[in-house]
């Protein structure tokens, strides 16, 4: 491969509940980005269920990478490689994804980069013109995920510190599920917290500071709403999502800036669903001394989508680091993956 080389890529997703194709041209620039959001076959359950998940997926592949040829203008001829989530996810949902992109490497004999899909989100703004340096610290937080890692490198996260229990976006889906509001909870929370008029804390903080503690926890907070709302019916459900907001991001933001003080690295990425909300933009601002360089996608490109799929795909293509056709899918991947 040589420096003027083009090279296209087409990236799958399917490790949860959006299936999703995309081309990208040099792990850079965004030729067609298509995504099936599966919310309203789960809003009824007020989660995802795997077994609908998987069949829909199913249903859905074929047409969407045809999409995402067809949007981008090109043909499968021009592939150079293709890339596909092949983990972390819902192992029913992650099998419809690589089947398909082995199908594809196996017809077109172009490689197949199985990609995790927590490094993919993190590479999300370098898809918008951000400069991609390390090392840089990285947040991410979405319905199955809440970590914070230093990335050293391509393949080189380093897990500083996760949740113990749930997932910050998931506290939102459940906070917001108690309220009977509608599922996703995380963009109904962010609009209806916006109407508060009181905006009292409500709510304890979630786990003190002790240095070097890089620890989230949801599960006690979500019970604490639960709890409130009990005791105080006459509150009104905008006061109490305002408060719910406040105290489960601000963590997000302490934590984040304490990675930043220990490990000396100011560059920042902060990805994931739950990276769309206006709030924690603002807490992550208020919070940064200025010196810090902050990097979050748009917000297309924070939820789940396989653009992200393919620009981290070029990564490996270019160092030659492909799969194998007998690769599999994994629930869960190691935590030091360098
Ligand atoms: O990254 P994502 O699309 O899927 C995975 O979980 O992998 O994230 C979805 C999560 C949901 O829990 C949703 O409630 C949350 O992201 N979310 C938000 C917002 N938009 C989506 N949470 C808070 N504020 C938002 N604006």
């Known amino acids: ?80 490689y293709v890339a596909v989530t092949n983990r972390p996810g819902l192992v029913g949902s992650l099998l419809i994804g690589l089947q398909s992109a082995k199908a594809i490497s196996f017809a077109l004999r172009i490689p197949l980069v199985g990609v995790n899909h927590l490094e993919a989100h993190l590479y999300a703004p370098f898809l918008e013109g951000a400069n991609l340096a390390f090392p840089y610290i990285g947040l991410l937080v979405s319905g199955g995920n809440t970590a914070l890692y230093v990335i050293r490198d391509i ?37 209806l917290a916006k109407t508060a ?58 934590r984040l800036f304490e990675a930043v003080k220990k490990f000396g690295i100011k560059r920042i990425v902060v990805a994931g669903g739950v990276a769309a909300n206006g709030r924690l933009r603002e807490m992550i601002s208020e919070h940064s001394s200025g010196d810090e360089t902050i990097i979050i996608p748009s917000k297309g490109l924070c939820t789940d989508n396989a653009a992200m799929v393919a620009g981290i795909g070029y990564q490996y293509f270019k160092r030659k680091e492909f799969s194998n056709l007998n690769c599999d899918v994994h629930a869960r991947v190691a935590e030091l993956l360098k």
Do not use: W
């Open 1 to 80: 491969m040589s420096a003027g080389d083009v090279v296209l890529g087409l990236g799958i997703e399917s490790s949860c509940d959006e299936t999703a194709a995309s081309v990208v041209r040099n792990g850079r620039e965004v030729l067609s980005n298509c995504v099936f959001s599966q919310i309203s076959l789960h809003q009824e359950y007020f989660g995802v269920v795997p077994e609908i998940a998987s069949r829909a997926h199913l249903e859905l592949m074929n047409g969407l990478i045809a999409k995402a040829m067809d949007d981008a203008g090109i043909s499968f001829s021009d592939l150079s």
């Open 155 to 191: 393949g080189a996260m380093e897990l500083i510190g996760k949740t113990v229990d749930d997932a910050v976006g998931e506290a939102f889906d459940k906070v917001a599920k108690f309220l009977g509001l509608e599922y996703p909870g995380g963009p109904v929370i962010e609009k």
């Open 197 to 254: 008029s009181k905006k009292k804390i409500l709510f304890p903080k979630i786990l003190p500071d002790p240095e070097g503690d890089f620890r989230f926890s949801y599960s006690g907070i979500k019970t604490a709403v639960i709890n409130f709302c009990k005791t105080h019916p006459d509150v009104p459900k905008e006061e109490i999502v305002y408060s719910f907001q406040e105290r489960a991001l601000e963590i997000l933001a302490r």
